[in-house]
Nanobody
């Protein structure tokens, strides 16, 4: 089982980036996808998540209205818009088997599979 993120990089404040998450070894469409980030010296925090069906999305207050998550059965994408320097962090994609429900956890320990992370740096 592998989960992998891509698309990180450098952006200016107010700019945009797109991150993608792909997985192998399980049926991606059956899994809830969560995005987390960890800035230097800080704990990993929930950014947003999307249910297996794509019908439900949840976002941390700090990114609500700026980030948008979408998915299809092969890939998950998060659009990072109106970026701020405080969005600088390593971003992680995580997967959890949905069991058919729309529950999207915000706690990292509820996700079984994790990618290696992709760095996002926002300059002021």
């Amino acid at each position: 089982v592998q989960v992998a993120e891509s698309g990180g990089g450098l952006a200016q404040a107010g700019g945009s980036l797109r991150l993608s998450c792909v997985a192998s070894g399980f049926l991606f469409g059956d899994y809830v996808i969560g995005w987390f980030r960890q800035a230097p010296g800080k704990e990993r925090e929930f950014v947003g998540g999307i249910s297996w069906s794509g019908a439900s999305t949840y976002y941390a207050d700090s990114v609500k209205g700026r980030f948008a998550i979408s998915r299809d059965n092969a890939k998950n994408t998060v659009y990072l818009n109106s970026l701020k320097p405080e969005d600088t962090a390593v971003y992680y994609c995580a997967a959890r088997y949905s069991g058919g429900g729309d529950y999207v956890p915000m706690a990292s320990h509820e996700y079984a599979y994790w990618g290696q992370g992709t760095q996002v740096i926002v300059s002021s």
